[in-house]
Antibody, heavy 118, light 112 residues
Framework: QVQLVESGGGVVQPGGSLRLSCAAS????????MHWVRQAPGKGLEWVAF????????YYADSVKGRFTISRDNSKNTLYLQMNSLRAEDTAVYYC???????????WGQGTLVTVSS | DIVMTQTPLSSPVTLGQPASISCRSS???????????LSWLQQRPGQPPRLLIY???NRFSGVPDRFSGSGAGTDFTLKISRVEAEDVGVYYC?????????FGGGTKVEIK
C-alpha cells in the first residue's frame, strides 16, 4: 500500500534553514508528481510546492517562493523540501502528498512539525 | 489565485441525519482539458487529510457511498447521506485546475 513518511522537522530560529524529507513506498515514485502542503497550528491547509514526476517543472506558493526549494531523488524514492530564511509564519505541520493525473492529493503522509521560534 | 469559499463554517448534525457542505470558487474550475479538478478532503481530529472525492463526484478508493459530490463550474456540494460518528472532522474543498492549488477554509462537522 502507498506509504509516505515525512521527517526532518524540528525547532529552528528565525532566519535558519531546515530540510524535510518524504520517503515514499508502495507505488512507482518516479511516475508521479508530488506536493508539499502545510497546516499552521489550528488553521487550514496551505499548498506549498509541487514537482513533476521527473523534476522537470516545479511550482511554488508566493509565500515561499525564493526561500523554499522542492526536489526529488527518484533513485531513493524520496521527496525533499529545502527551507531557508525561515520565518515565524512558516511554523506548521508539513505534509507530503502524492499527485495523480485525475485524483490530485490522493495520498498523504502523517506530517512533520516545523517550529520557527527564537 | 482562485479563492475557495466554504459554507457553513460549522455543521452540528444528529447521528443518522444528512449533512451538506457548499464550496464556491472565485472562477470556473473547468480546465482546458475539459475536466474540473475539484476535490473534497476529510481531516479527522489528529489525523492527516484524506481524499474523499475527486473531479467533483468520484469517490476515492475505500470511501463509503454515503459520501457524494456534485456541482459544476463554480458551485459544488459535498453531501453525507447519514452522518456516522466516524465522520466527525473538518472537510476541505480544493481545486487543482490551476497553480497555486487552493483550499477552502474548512467546515467542521460535529455531532449534536
Amino acid at each position: 500500500q502507498v506509504q509516505l513518511v515525512e521527517s526532518g522537522g524540528g525547532v529552528v530560529q528565525p532566519g535558519g534553514s531546515l530540510r524535510l524529507s518524504c520517503a515514499a513506498s508502495g507505488f512507482t515514485f518516479s511516475s508521479y508528481g508530488m506536493h508539499w502542503v502545510r497546516q499552521a497550528p489550528g488553521k487550514g491547509l496551505e499548498w506549498v510546492a509541487f514537482i513533476r514526476y521527473d523534476g522537470s517543472n516545479k511550482y511554488y506558493a508566493d509565500s515561499v517562493k525564493g526561500r523554499f526549494t522542492i526536489s526529488r531523488d527518484n533513485s531513493k524514492n524520496t521527496l525533499y523540501l529545502q527551507m531557508n530564511s525561515l520565518r515565524a509564519e512558516d511554523t506548521a505541520v508539513y505534509y507530503c502528498a502524492k499527485d495523480h493525473i485525475v485524483a490530485n492529493l490522493d495520498y498523504w503522509g502523517q506530517g512533520t512539525l516545523v517550529t520557527v521560534s527564537s | 489565485d482562485i479563492v475557495m469559499t466554504q459554507t457553513p463554517l460549522s455543521s452540528p448534525v444528529t447521528l443518522g441525519q444528512p449533512a451538506s457542505i457548499s464550496c464556491r470558487s472565485s472562477q470556473s474550475l473547468v480546465h482546458s482539458d475539459g475536466n474540473t479538478y475539484l476535490s473534497w478532503l476529510q481531516q479527522r481530529p489528529g489525523q492527516p487529510p484524506r481524499l474523499l472525492i475527486y473531479k467533483i463526484s468520484n469517490r476515492f478508493s475505500g470511501v463509503p457511498d454515503r459520501f457524494s459530490g456534485s456541482g459544476a463550474g463554480t458551485d459544488f456540494t459535498l453531501k453525507i447521506s447519514r452522518v456516522e460518528a466516524e465522520d466527525v472532522g473538518v472537510y476541505y474543498c480544493t481545486q487543482a485546475t490551476q497553480f497555486p492549488l487552493t483550499f477552502g477554509g474548512g467546515t467542521k462537522v460535529e455531532i449534536k
